[in-house]
Structure formats: structure tokens, C-alpha cells
């Protein structure tokens, strides 16, 4: 009964939420209506998601079961990525500076540049792919085949159920994901200076250790935190707002995949002061 009265709560306000946004429409333009929305959403799904992490019992299972799964999806790509990027800032390195700084230095801007913006955005970009896309689309799937509907009918909360194993499984598997992402990037960077510069096996460690600061070795773990979270609450959003059929969920994916990317972006951006103030 308490679900049945549940289900025709949430079909009244979906009569009502549309019913504002033809009224608002009319008025504002559809681009700044729907960003409002957009926004709106996000707002309320962030509270329910805070609300529920005081209920553990309910959602920790679920999160180490997803937690896993992340790990063995993104893992490798991760690392191919993240040394990709690692080799390709000791080519450029070797190709701007050759002959006119110190070999070592190659060392300390390849520990520099990898540590602080290549793997993180490498990781990232790789988790989005592998990982986002997926929680998107199951997301959406089940939302345009009511089964979101379902579980409010029995008297489950989606948040608890679908939204927060997700998130704060990429929350606690992304840091992981990052230190082998860094392992690999500066591996990669190492053999590649080998070949294309001056530099010695030697000469690069001693810039590493140059460069080398207590902040800076955390700096890419808390991007790695916050990414994670950010990317699968995105994911999460566009699935929940999905509507139509498959061809809804096509939408949804490539919206979740642009939220994601502009995030990453976003979050790369947004600690950046925080590098300068505490890593200085």
C-alpha cells in the first residue's frame, strides 16, 4: 500500500514538473530552462546521496561487489593510457629542451607533468570510457524499462540501491586506480627518455627526486577521489533523466558522456589552487 501510494505521489509530481515546464518555457528560452533543470536534479540527487551514506548496513555490499567490478573493467586500460601519456611527455620533453638544460631535468618535468595533469587526466578519461558509459547506460535501461518505478512500487529507494553503491565505489577504487595509472606513466616515461634524450637512468631518477615534494604525491589521489565520485554521479544523473526508448538511452549516453568529460575538465581546473597553496 505504502508503495502503491508512493508511485502515485511521484506520478503527480512528474504532472506537476511538467506542467512548469511548459509555463516556463513559454517565457525563458529551452536552453536555460533545461540547464535549470539540469541543475535542479543534480542538486536533488546529491542530497538524497548524502542522506543515505548515514545507512551503511544497506549500501556497503553492493559498493565492494561494484567497487570490484570497476577495478577489473578500468585497470588496464587505465595503465595503457597513463604510460601513453608518459612516453609522450618524455618525447616532447627530449624534443623542447634537448641540448639546452641539464639531462635531469628531463626527469623532474616528466615527474612533474606526469604526476600532476597526464595520468589523472589518462585515468580519467579511461574511467569515463570503460566504467561511466557502462553506469550510464544500465541507468538509463532500467529507467525507460520502469524497473526504477518498480523498486519505489516495493518500497526501495533508487538512490540507496543504484546511485550510491556506484558512486562511492568509484570514490574508493579511483585513488587505487590512480597509483598504478602513475606507476605506469612514469615507467613508460623512463624507458622513453632512455631512447629520445641525453638523459641516463641515472640523471632521470635524481630530476624524479628533484622534484619531488610530500603534497604532490597525494595531489593526483585526491583528484582521483573526487573524479571518480563526480564521473559516476554524472553517469547516474543521465540515466535517471532518460525518457523514450532505446533511442532515449543513446541520448543519455552521450549526454552522460559529455557531463563526464566537462567534469574531469572541471575538477583538473577547480584544484589547481589548491596544488599552489598547500604543495608550495
Given at each position: ?14 504532472v ?21 533543470e539540469?541543475?535542479g ?8 546521496l ?64 606526469v ?20 553506469i ?86 585526491i ?58
Open positions: 500500500v505504502t508503495g502503491n501510494r508512493q508511485s502515485r505521489a511521484a506520478r503527480q509530481a512528474n506537476d514538473v511538467r506542467q512548469v515546464r511548459s509555463q516556463a518555457m513559454r517565457i525563458w528560452p529551452a536552453g536555460l530552462v533545461s540547464t535549470v539540469r541543475i536534479e543534480a542538486s536533488v540527487l546529491a542530497g538524497a548524502l542522506g543515505v551514506m548515514f545507512r551503511p548496513t544497506r549500501w556497503l555490499g553492493p559498493m565492494l561487489r561494484e567497487a570490484e567490478r570497476q577495478a577489473g573493467d578500468a585497470l588496464l586500460l587505465v595503465m595503457t593510457l597513463a604510460a601513453l601519456g608518459g612516453a609522450l611527455v618524455a618525447q616532447q620533453t627530449g624534443y623542447q629542451f634537448q641540448g639546452t638544460l641539464p639531462p635531469w631535468v628531463v626527469g623532474s618535468i616528466v615527474a612533474a607533468s604526476i600532476t595533469e597526464m595520468a589523472p587526466l589518462c585515468a580519467g578519461f579511461a574511467f569515463v570510457g570503460v566504467v561511466g558509459t557502462r550510464a547506460a544500465e541507468v538509463a535501461t532500467m529507467q525507460v524499462t520502469n524497473q526504477i518505478e518498480a523498486l519505489q512500487v516495493i518500497g526501495r529507494d533508487p538512490v540507496e540501491y543504484l546511485v550510491a553503491p556506484r558512486v562511492l565505489a568509484a570514490a574508493f577504487i579511483a585513488p587505487v586506480l590512480m597509483c598504478f595509472a602513475l606507476v605506469a606513466a612514469m615507467l613508460a616515461g623512463w624507458f622513453t627518455a632512455l631512447f629520445t634524450t641525453r638523459a641516463t637512468s641515472i640523471d632521470f631518477w635524481f630530476g624524479v627526486r628533484h622534484y619531488m615534494h610530500d603534497f604532490p604525491m597525494f595531489y593526483p589521489l583528484k582521483g577521489f573526487v573524479s571518480g565520485a563526480a564521473i559516476t554521479f554524472a553517469a547516474c544523473l543521465a540515466g535517471l533523466s532518460t525518457q523514450g526508448g532505446s533511442a532515449g538511452v543513446g541520448l543519455s549516453v552521450r549526454r552522460a558522456v559529455v557531463w563526464m568529460i566537462a567534469t574531469i575538465i572541471f575538477v583538473d581546473t577547480a584544484l589547481v589552487p589548491l596544488l599552489k597553496v598547500v604543495g608550495t
